[in-house]
């Protein structure tokens, strides 16, 4: 069986300085989104924890109410093809506009054109019941800390 190559991130930097190392590897298009979005989700969730994963597949930043990952309200997940917002329990979502896209037994995602797709009124609605339905419920003061998780030492191209 073969062994995960995700490691634990070094510390290179601040959190702030390697989460802006990882955005710059994609096309300045797909780059520029993932900070609007990051901003917006910044100023929508405060209290949020950002936990942050540049992985084999995907780089995303998840929104969540502790330090773990199972407390994920919703993530900033992209690749190579464009930038997407996840709901990590997307499946037990309320989605009247038919929002969401996906067919895993959990998570559920929408394609963001632009930071604009968050003030869409259902994509709002998705948010709020996201938010509604965490286990632990997001802190009412304070503001979230930047934790990079993981790094992992293959990726695909991210352009």
């Known amino acids: 069986m073969r062994t995960r190559t995700t490691e634990v991130a070094p510390q290179i930097g601040t959190s702030e300085e390697q989460l802006a190392s ?43 109410s502790t330090e773990r990952p199972s407390d994920c309200i919703v993530s900033i997940a992209a690749g190579a093809n464009g930038v997407g917002l996840s709901f990590y329990y997307g499946t037990s979502l309320p989605d ?34 996201a938010i509604a339905q965490a286990e632990n419920p997001l802190p009412a003061r304070g503001r979230g800390k930047l934790v990079i998780r993981s790094i992992s030492k293959k990726q695909k191209p991210r352009r």
């Open 22 to 64: 990882f955005i710059d590897k994609f096309d300045p298009k797909h780059a520029a989104l993932i900070r609007s979005v990051r901003k917006a989700l910044r100023k929508r969730l405060p209290t949020a924890n950002e936990l942050v994963y540049d992985n084999y597949n995907f780089f995303v930043v998840g929104y969540c």
């Open 96 to 129: 009247p506009h038919k929002l969401l896209l996906g067919s895993g037994s959990q998570n559920r995602f929408i394609g963001l054109e632009s930071a604009a797709t968050l003030l869409n009124p259902g994509v709002e609605d998705l948010i709020v019941a």
